[in-house]
């Protein structure tokens, strides 16, 4: 079994910068590919980027050219730095990886 807990949510302006982790314990050699999604309310959960062992990602494109994910196999966490962020990223944000979901950690962006 893998547990994933995310850190990094808060309150930020339009404009600023928030750095999510997503640290995995656990089996996390049956890790492939970890991502980041979130779910505003009343909307369905969303991809937002994803990262395979390899290294490629992808990226939802509302965010793509502002967030970043990356992971530090080291230390089996999984970042997502998040620039430029606008009010319609306010959302709960989750990592997901080996068919786990993480608790979830708020982010909201004030206009």
């Known amino acids: 079994q893998v547990q994933l807990v995310e850190s990094g949510g808060g309150l930020v302006q339009a404009g600023g910068s928030l750095r999510l982790s997503c640290a995995a314990s656990?089996?996390?050699?049956?890790?492939?590919?970890i991502g980041w999604y979130r779910q505003a309310p009343g909307k369905q959960r969303e991809l937002v980027a994803i990262i395979q062992r390899g290294g490629s990602v992808n990226y939802a494109d509302s965010v793509k050219g502002r967030f970043t994910i990356s992971r530090d196999n080291a230390k089996n966490t999984v970042y997502l730095q998040m620039n430029s962020l606008e009010p319609e990223d306010t959302a709960v944000y989750f990592c997901?990886?080996?068919?786990?979901w993480g608790q979830g950690t708020q982010v909201t962006v004030s206009s």
């Open positions: 656990g089996s996390t050699s049956s890790i492939n590919a």
């Open positions: 997901y990886a080996a068919f786990t």
